[in-house]
């Protein structure tokens, strides 16, 4: 569901996390793919075997799998699908608690959801802050336990809900001097980062959910 560049660039990236989410919680024989983009998790579904039908605003290209256009708020079909997946397409949405009521009516056994974290009280004493607070068609972002209540309140059994996509600290390099030391030294902080010396658990740009409905 794109309306910006910006967004439609974000989301022809393929993402390991979801790669993971998809593999790890997808149930049933059914999905539907909300926001389908570039099709990358609708057609992994495809190739296990799911009927996978994608919705999104602006379908972008010519998909292995039936692809309608229609908004979160508002999707035009009458039976539940087995596993429905919904990434970084919430906070896109003006009308919450519509969305969310859809979301319910339409998922059978398991919804997989990801948003941006709002939580960025550890780097904003240094200017900084996660990239997704600037984007302009984002209505808003969830902190843990605001995005879970407001999911038990749509009639959702929250299984699971987790802060991921961990933010690299190798930007820091750029303050090194001479010039000629940043590039080892953003080479150190990586290496470091990959071996979780350097690791903060609350430092991660996304919530992901699976829940239930009830």
Known sequence: MND???????????????????????????????????GFYGAMLQERGFQVVGVDIQPQRDYAYPVVQAR?????????????????????????????????RLTGQRLLLSVPNADDALITPYNLTFKHHIDKTHQREYHVAGLSDKLTEAGFYVRHIARRGAVSPAFFSEFVRPTLLRQPTRFLIKALFKLKVLYNEALMADLYVVAEPV
């Open 72 to 104: 979160l708020a508002a999707l035009p079909f009458q039976r539940p699908f087995d596993t429905v997946l919904a990434f970084d397409i919430l906070e896109h949405e003006p009308l919450e608690m519509a969305a969310l009521h859809e979301l319910r």
């Open 4 to 38: 910006s560049d910006s967004r439609q660039w974000w989301r022809q990236q393929f993402s390991p996390i979801k790669q993971q989410y998809v593999q790890q919680f997808a149930k049933g024989n059914t999905a539907l793919d909300i926001g389908t983009g570039a």
